[in-house]
C-alpha cells in the first residue's frame, strides 16, 4: 500500500509538473514580455529572409497572441508555409488570421487567399468566403477579384440557381477594370468556355486579354467572332502586333470615320498612335486621319496633328483646336500652346486674355504654375506693369517646388546666370512623419525592420518611400515619394523630411567632391543624377547609356581620353568613376556653351549639336522664350525636370 501511494505521488508530481508547464507555455504565449515578442519576432523574420522557412514558421508561431504582432506573424506563418509547400499549414495559419484578428488589415487578404487555395476542394465554402470579401470593405482590387471567382464557382456548379447574366457580369467586370490583370488570361479562357456564343462587345473583351498577354492567334480567333463596330480599335491593334499593317489601316481609316462612340477611349488612342507609327508619323498623315475622323475623341487626332505641325503652322493649329473644342480633353493643352503662340507672335493682349481664362477656367491644373508665370511675365516684359512681382511671388508661394518657382525666383534676384553654387547641407533621410504611437502595429513593425508588412499597414506614400530607402531600393523609394508629393495640393515647408524622400542625397560625398573639382554646381549634379538614373548605378538605358549619370560608352570613352582615363565600359558602372566621368562632361558643355547651364542641360540630354543648331535659328529674348521652343519635347521637358530638381536641392539642402 505505502509503495501504490508512493508511485501514484511520483505520478500525481509527475502530472502536476506537466499541467504547470502547460499552463506556463500558455500562459507565456498568452501574456508574452514585450522585449520577448520583439526578439521571436525578429529572429523570425531573419530566418524567412534567409529562408530558413522551417524554423521562421516556428518562431512566429510563437509570438504571443496578445501582441499587436500576432496578426502579422501569422501572415508570416502562411507565407513561410506557402514556401515549404505545405498547403495545409498555410490555410491554418490565414484561417487564423482572419478568425482570431477579423479587423486587421491583413484579414481581407488572408480571407481572399484562403478562398484561392481551397476553390477546389470546398468551392462552396471558398464561394461564402468570396462573397464576405465582396460586401466587406475590402480594397476594390480583392472585390473585384472575388467577384471573378464566384462567378467562376457558379459557372462550374450544374445545379446553380444563379442566372447566366449574373455570373458573367463577374468575368466582364474583371477584364474591364484589369484587361491586364494577373488573372485576366484565366478569367478570359473560363468565360470562353462558360459562354462560347457571348455578346459581340464581350468577345472584344476577351480578345483584348488574349492581346495585352501576347496570344495574337488567339486574339484574332476571338476578335472574328465580334462585330467590327465593337472590335475595331482592339481587331486594329492584333492586326499591327501580327504584322498585318493593310489591315491595321483598313481598321483605323473605317473606325474613326464611322464606330467611333463603340470603343474605349484607351483603344481608340492605341490605335490611332499605331496606325501614326506604323505608317509615316507625321504632321500631314494625321491631318489626312482628321478629314474622315466623325463623333467622339476626334480632338486626340487634332491634338496630334498640332504636336507634329511645323512651327509655322504649329500655333495656328492649336488655336483652331481649342476654338472647336473649348471643353475637351485636350483643351488645357491647346491654350497654353495659343498662349505661347500669341506671346512668341508679340499678341500680348491675346496672350493675356488665355492665360486669365485658363487660370479662372482650371484652377486646379499642373500647368497652372507654367500659366501663371508667363502671365507674370507679361506683366514684366511686355505690359510694364510696376507690380509685376506680385505675379511672380503667387508663382513661388503657390507652387513652391516647380521649374516656374524657380525662373520667378531668379527673375526677382535678377540673377543672370541659371545657378547660384549654394553650399548644401548633408541631411539624412528620416522616418517623414512623427513616429506612429508607441505600441502601435506599426510602431512595433518597425521596431523589428519589417518593411514589407509596414506596407501592407498603411497607403501613405511617404512612408512606402521610406521602407523602399530602408531597403536600399532607391528608384522605387525616390518614384513613389515624388508620386506622394505630386498630390498635394498644399506643399509642406522646405524643411519636411518628406522632401528628403523625393530628392535625397545619394552619393552626395562623391558628387561634392568632383563637382567642385570641375566648376560645376554641386545641386545641379544631384539633380542630374535624380533625373537620368534615380540614383541606380546599375542604370542601363534601351539605348546603351550607362550607371548613375547614364553615359554613353562612345562619349564616354572619348571624353576619358581627353581626360587621360582608360578604363573598360563596365567601369561605368562604378559610381565614383561614373559620377567623375559625367562632371568631366558635362564641364565641358558648358565651357562649349559658353556657361550657359540651361544650354548645357538641354545639351546632356538632346546633343550639343542641336542646341547649337536651335540657338542660332530660334528667334527669343530670353532664356524662357528658347526654352519653350525647344523642339523636342524630350528635351524640353528634361531641362524643366532638372532645373526643377536642382531648385529643390538648393532649397532644401542650403546652408
Not at 498577354?213 to 501580327?242: C, F, H, P, Q
Not at 511686355?382 to 513652391?400: A, G, K, L, Q, T
Not at 529674348?621 to 529643390?648: A, C, G, H, L, R
Request: hydrophobic residues 35%; aromatic residues 14%; proline residues 3%.
Amino acid at each position: 500500500m505505502l509503495d501504490f501511494l508512493r508511485e501514484n505521488k511520483k505520478v500525481i508530481i509527475a502530472v502536476s509538473l506537466g499541467l504547470c508547464l502547460c499552463a506556463g507555455i500558455a500562459f507565456e504565449r498568452l501574456y508574452q514580455p514585450s522585449a520577448k515578442t520583439l526578439k521571436i519576432y525578429s529572429q523570425g523574420l531573419e530566418d524567412y529572409n534567409s529562408k530558413d522557412y522551417s524554423n521562421a514558421y516556428y518562431l512566429f508561431s510563437r509570438v504571443g497572441y496578445f501582441s499587436k504582432l500576432k496578426p502579422v506573424a501569422l501572415y508570416r506563418q502562411a507565407l513561410c508555409a506557402h514556401a515549404l509547400g505545405d498547403e495545409a499549414s498555410e490555410v491554418e495559419a490565414y484561417t487564423s488570421l482572419f478568425k482570431h484578428f477579423p479587423t486587421s488589415h491583413l484579414s481581407a487578404e488572408a480571407k481572399y487567399k484562403t478562398a484561392q487555395l481551397i476553390i477546389d476542394l470546398n468551392p462552396q465554402k471558398a464561394k461564402r468566403y468570396f462573397n464576405e470579401i465582396i460586401l466587406s470593405g475590402a480594397d476594390e482590387d480583392y472585390k473585384v477579384a472575388s467577384e471573378y471567382y464566384k462567378s467562376k464557382i457558379e459557372s462550374e456548379n450544374p445545379h446553380s440557381k444563379t442566372k447566366k447574366s449574373d455570373i458573367e457580369k463577374g468575368f466582364r467586370n474583371y477584364l474591364t477594370k484589369y484587361p491586364n490583370g494577373r488573372l485576366s488570361l484565366q478569367v478570359a479562357k473560363n468565360w470562353e468556355v462558360y459562354n462560347p456564343a457571348m455578346t459581340s462587345s464581350d468577345y472584344t473583351l476577351v480578345g483584348k486579354s488574349f492581346m495585352l498577354a501576347g496570344m495574337y492567334n488567339d486574339a484574332e480567333k476571338i476578335l472574328n467572332r465580334a462585330d467590327t463596330k465593337d472590335n475595331w480599335a482592339v481587331e486594329g491593334l492584333n492586326s499591327y502586333n501580327l504584322g498585318n499593317k493593310v489591315k491595321g489601316n483598313s481598321l483605323t481609316i473605317i473606325g474613326v470615320s464611322k464606330y467611333a462612340k463603340n470603343v474605349q477611349k484607351d483603344d481608340y488612342k492605341a490605335l490611332v498612335d499605331a496606325y501614326l507609327q506604323n505608317n509615316r508619323n507625321t504632321y500631314e498623315l494625321a491631318s489626312e486621319l482628321l478629314k474622315i475622323a466623325n463623333g467622339e475623341n476626334k480632338d486626340y487626332i487634332w491634338n496630334l496633328k498640332c504636336k507634329n505641325a511645323p512651327k509655322s503652322e504649329k500655333y495656328a493649329c492649336y488655336e483652331e483646336l481649342y476654338a472647336s473644342y473649348p471643353n475637351g480633353d485636350y483643351a488645357q493643352s491647346a491654350m497654353i500652346n495659343t498662349m505661347i503662340g500669341r506671346l512668341l507672335n508679340k499678341n500680348y493682349a491675346g496672350a493675356k486674355i488665355i492665360a486669365d481664362d485658363f487660370i479662372i477656367k482650371y484652377p486646379d491644373s499642373e500647368n497652372l504654375d507654367m500659366v501663371m508665370f508667363w502671365r507674370a511675365k507679361i506683366e514684366q516684359k511686355y505690359s510694364h506693369n510696376p507690380n509685376y512681382e506680385i505675379f511672380y511671388r503667387n508663382v513661388i508661394n503657390n507652387f513652391p517646388d516647380s521649374y516656374f518657382a524657380y525662373r520667378a525666383f531668379w527673375i526677382l534676384q535678377g540673377l543672370s546666370s541659371s545657378v547660384m553654387n549654394a553650399k548644401l547641407e548633408y541631411r539624412q533621410i528620416e522616418y517623414p512623419y512623427k513616429y506612429p504611437a508607441r505600441g502601435s502595429i506599426l510602431y512595433n513593425l518597425i521596431l523589428v525592420n519589417d518593411y514589407d508588412m509596414i506596407n501592407k499597414y498603411t497607403k501613405d506614400g511617404f512612408v512606402k518611400s521610406w521602407t523602399q530607402y530602408k531597403k536600399n531600393n532607391y528608384v522605387s523609394s525616390s518614384y513613389t515619394a515624388s508620386k506622394a508629393m505630386d498630390k498635394l495640393k498644399t506643399k509642406p515647408p522646405k524643411d519636411d523630411p518628406r522632401w528628403r524622400l523625393v530628392y535625397p542625397l545619394h552619393y552626395f560625398k562623391q558628387v561634392e567632391n568632383n563637382a567642385g573639382h570641375y566648376k560645376n554646381d554641386v545641386a545641379l549634379m544631384m539633380a542630374i543624377i535624380k533625373e537620368e538614373s534615380h540614383f541606380n548605378p546599375d542604370a542601363q538605358s534601351g539605348v546603351g547609356a550607362i550607371g548613375l549619370m547614364q553615359l554613353m560608352p562612345e562619349t564616354a570613352h572619348e571624353v576619358g581620353q581627353k581626360s587621360g582615363y582608360e578604363f573598360n565600359t563596365t567601369d561605368l558602372l562604378n559610381p565614383e568613376f561614373n559620377i567623375k566621368l559625367g562632371n568631366i562632361y558635362y564641364s565641358q558643355l558648358r565651357n562649349a556653351l559658353e556657361n550657359k547651364d540651361i544650354s548645357a542641360v538641354a545639351s546632356y540630354n538632346g546633343g550639343i549639336g542641336s542646341v547649337q543648331r536651335w540657338k542660332e535659328n530660334l528667334e527669343y529674348t530670353d532664356t524662357d522664350e528658347f526654352v519653350e521652343q525647344i523642339p523636342y519635347d524630350e528635351t524640353k521637358n528634361y531641362v524643366y525636370k532638372v532645373m526643377k530638381s536642382y531648385w529643390n536641392y538648393t532649397r532644401i539642402y542650403q546652408k
